[in-house]
Each structure stands twice: as C-alpha cells, then as structure tokens.
C-alpha cells in the first residue's frame, strides 16, 4: 500500500476554524495574555469540571509553578514515578527538591499504590513532602486512594494530567471523577503541545479547587506582581503595583489561548476517534500473543493519548516500522536512569517494573486525524513483521 506521507506517533490537527480563531486573534488589541487567555481558562476548568484554571506558557512551567505554590524547599522529599516525561521530575528539582522514585505498576504503568504506601510506611510521617501521580498514556490514577494516604501523611499531590484531559475513572462511590477536577490532588497540570489532545503549539494549565493556590499561581505567573490593594503594602495611585514574590513571566498568549478554545470545542470528537483507534487495534492484535496490549478496568475511561503495546523484539520492530514511514515513539526512557539523575544515586535495578517495561513498551499512531487508511496500513506493517 502507498502511503502519502510519514506516519507519526502523534500529530495535531489544525482546522480552518483554528486558522480563523488565530487570525482574528492577530488583528485584536491582544497578542500577549489578553481576554482569549481568560475565556481560555474558563472554558477549560468547565470541561474539566474544576473552579480555576490558569493558563501557562507550557506544561513544564505549569509543573514548576506547582512546585514553588506548594513551598517545595531544598531538600523536600518527593515521590514521583519512573516511566514519565522527565518534567514532572524536574520541577521538584527546580525548587531543590528530592526527587524520589517509585516503581510502576505492570498493568496501568502508573504509580503502583502497594509499593508507595510501603515506602510511606518505612519512614516517619513528615518524611515526604508530596506525589506527583503520573495519569500516564491517558489512565486516570485513581486519586481517590492516593489522596486518602496522602492526608494520612501530611502529603501534598500535583497530577500530571498531561496525558489525561477528557478521562476519568469511577471513585468507591460510583461518581466520575475527571483527571484534572481539584477533587483529590491539590493541583494538575496539563500540556498543549501538539501531540497532546488540544494544541497550542507551547502551552500548559494548571487546574484546582484551592482558592489560597489559584491567587498565588496568578502571582507567580507575572513576575510576583500584584495590584490587589489588599496584598500591597503601600498604594502610590493607579499606576502601582509591588512584586511580593519572586515569579517568572510564564503567561501564555492570547493567540495560543485563541488555538486552545477552538480546539477544545472538538475534545469531544476528538476523544471518540481516539476510542475508535484503540478498539481497531485492540481487535486488530488480540490474536497476537506477541504483543501485550494496553490494560482498561471497566473503572477507568482511558484518555487514550497514547496507545502502547509491549513486544518482545521492539527494537527491530522500532526498526521495521521505521523504515515503512511509521514512526513509532518510546514512552519512556525511565527517568531515574537519565544521566543526570543517575548522578543523584538512582541506578539500573532500582525499578524492576519500569525497567522491564522500557524494554519491551513501543507506542503507536493515536491521533484524531489518522485516516482508516494510514491505521490499516500501520497493522498491516506489524502482523507482517510478527509473521
Ligand atoms: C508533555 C508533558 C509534560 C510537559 O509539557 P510541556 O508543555 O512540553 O512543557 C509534562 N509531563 C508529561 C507527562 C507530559 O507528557
């Protein structure tokens, strides 16, 4: 089969709405954080179903401003997963914090419970500070245990929600809970670049029901800067302003916030056509005893950003795919085996899970726009290789 172009493991999709939401947006008195980055915020925090959102410069700024909102201090202990995006480790590392792993589990490849609460359990409370759960590939963790040992602990939670806008998984109570909605973790965060579910180009939010948290980030987003009278300690006139905290100019700007609204009117469709991709798969290599395919509970609603697959040989299969103008991604190297967390002591054997999970985990075409076509071909190439 010919194929027109390289097949990607994820791609944006821009339509002449977009372009039209953009354009319009360029000839507005606005290009930097203006009313889009507000109307952004709102519309967000309502499809994720939280009270604030507040919309950053990227996903990795979003991350460290959590870290700086929650008082992250030199040597504050912190647990994080291994198999993630080495950012959601970093922004601990930002505020000279302890980064601290913590094995996945086998099936969900997410912060395995069993093994966090063991680690608790070793050391005095007070020991560690905070979690930063991982809703990795787009499975929604289930907070609602996390957050119980959390408050057990006197932890603090940031959900990486990157992966994860539009999933949810049932709570003990049979209530849906949408990663993201401020119900058990402190404060999420999410990403808006391209290959995430809404593009902006760069791009991130931060989502929470803490009012105390939401006015900091405000803060924190422009420089430490505020004109509320009430935080300042002098008012010279309508000119003033103090900077009462030492922030960063993190804002995102009102044409990314134009892009972000008009793709978040298509999160819906978009979200079905990522299910559709994953069941075609799913139905496509269920014969395959070669190939271990993504765990669903009938608890979780997948966000299904990534579709991962194990398989033995991956790397020829890498290859193979290569080659055919596929080009499958690795989600992801584990972080404490990066050179500059292994200078911190982290080394291979520490995480058994994750390790033997790098090995063989290779992630396929998922995206929205991916025709019947490009997918079948995609099958075709890997029952072929499997041959
Ligand atoms: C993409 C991503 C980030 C960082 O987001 P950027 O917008 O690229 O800075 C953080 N964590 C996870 C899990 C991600 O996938």
């Given at each position: 089969m010919m194929i027109k172009k390289k097949i990607p493991y994820g791609r944006q999709h821009i339509t002449d709405e977009d372009i039209l939401a953009v354009t319009e947006t360029l000839q507005s008195?606005?290009?930097?954080?203006?009313p889009k980055v507000l109307e952004f915020e709102k519309a967000f925090a309502e499809y994720i179903g939280c009270k604030y959102a507040v919309a950053l410069a990227n996903g990795t700024a979003a991350l460290h401003l959590c870290a700086i909102a929650l008082n992250v201090k030199k040597g504050d202990r912190v647990i994080v997963p291994?198999?993630?995006?080495?950012a959601s480790a970093n922004c601990i590392r930002y505020c000279d914090g302890e980064v601290i792993f913590s094995d996945i589990d086998?099936?969900?490849?997410?912060?395995d419970y069993d093994k966090v609460k063991a680690l608790l359990e070793k050391?005095?409370?007070?020991y560690f500070k905070g979690m930063v759960p991982v809703d990795f590939?787009?499975?929604?963790?289930?907070l609602e245990k996390f957050k119980k040992l959390a408050d057990e602990y006197g932890m603090w939670i940031i959900e990486d929600a990157c992966h994860a806008p539009g999933g949810y998984f049932t709570d003990s109570k049979g209530v849906k809970q949408n990663c993201g909605n401020g119900n058990f973790a402190d404060l999420a965060i999410f990403s808006f670049h391209p290959?995430?579910?809404?593009?902006?180009g760069e791009g991130g939010m931060i989502t929470t029901n803490n009012k105390a948290l939401y006015d900091r980030l405000m803060i924190l987003r422009t420089h430490g800067i505020t004109k509320d009278p009430g935080l300042m300690k002098e008012n010279h006139g309508g000119w003033y302003m103090e900077m009462i905290e030492l922030g960063y100019n993190y804002r995102l700007t009102d044409m990314q916030a134009a892009l972000g609204i008009s793709q978040l009117k298509r999160a819906d469709p978009g979200m079905k056509r990522r299910h559709e991709i994953v069941d075609k798969y799913n139905l496509a290599f269920k014969?395959?005893?070669?190939i271990k395919m993504p765990h669903v509970p009938a608890s979780v609603f997948h966000g299904h950003h990534l579709y991962v697959i194990q398989v033995e040989n991956r790397k020829a299969l890498y290859d193979h795919l290569l080659t055919r103008d596929i080009i499958p991604q690795i989600h992801?190297?584990?972080?404490?085996?990066?050179p500059y967390y292994k200078s911190f002591g982290w080394k291979e054997g520490d995480f058994p899970v994750a390790e033997a999970y790098y090995q063989k985990c290779l992630s396929l075409p998922l995206f929205p726009s991916l025709t019947d076509e490009e997918q079948n071909y995609v099958i075709e190439t890997i029952l072929d290789f499997l041959k």
């Open positions: 008195d606005y290009l930097t954080q203006g291994p198999i993630t995006f080495a086998p099936d969900s490849y997410t912060l050391h005095p409370k007070g590939a787009g499975y929604a963790v289930d290959v995430k579910h809404i593009a902006c014969d395959q005893p070669k992801y190297i584990p972080t404490h085996l990066m």
